[in-house]
């Protein structure tokens, strides 16, 4: 079975830190450009950071730049965002996808989508 799951959000204080997982299953996810979007109720859909195949293109969207750090682990068939000095605009359910294209411009169209996890910045 093909699947995306996203685990390790959850509630943290303004300023802390998360790492999100984003393991793939059914398919080899270093063959695929990868994606992390977050949406938020009431706010569109964002694309926050995604990483190309062979990790040679990432990009950051403003609001995560020198923030947010993404990697991936072959042998584990992960993709990590690392989420450093959280503020509550951060709130928001974050899916990974499989992306057509990732590069300036942010990540391209989705293929393969995750069920998301919930990430809450409150004090």
């Known amino acids: 079975q093909v699947q995306l799951v996203e685990s390790g959000g959850g509630l943290v204080q303004p300023g802390g830190s998360l790492r999100l997982s984003c393991e793939a299953s059914g398919f080899t996810l270093e063959h695929y450009a990868v994606g992390w979007f977050r949406q938020a109720p009431g706010k569109e859909r964002e694309g926050v950071s995604c990483i190309w195949i062979h990790e040679s293109d990432i990009y950051y969207s403003d609001s995560a730049k020198g923030r947010f750090t993404i990697s991936r682990d072959n042998a584990e068939n992960t993709v990590y965002l690392q989420m450093n000095s959280l503020k509550p605009e951060d709130t928001a359910t974050y899916h990974c996808?499989?992306?057509?294209?990732?590069?300036?411009?942010?990540?391209?169209?989705?293929?393969?989508w995750g069920q998301g996890t919930q990430v809450t910045v409150s004090s």
């Open positions: 996808a499989t992306v057509d294209y990732c590069g300036g411009s942010g990540p391209g169209s989705t293929h393969y």
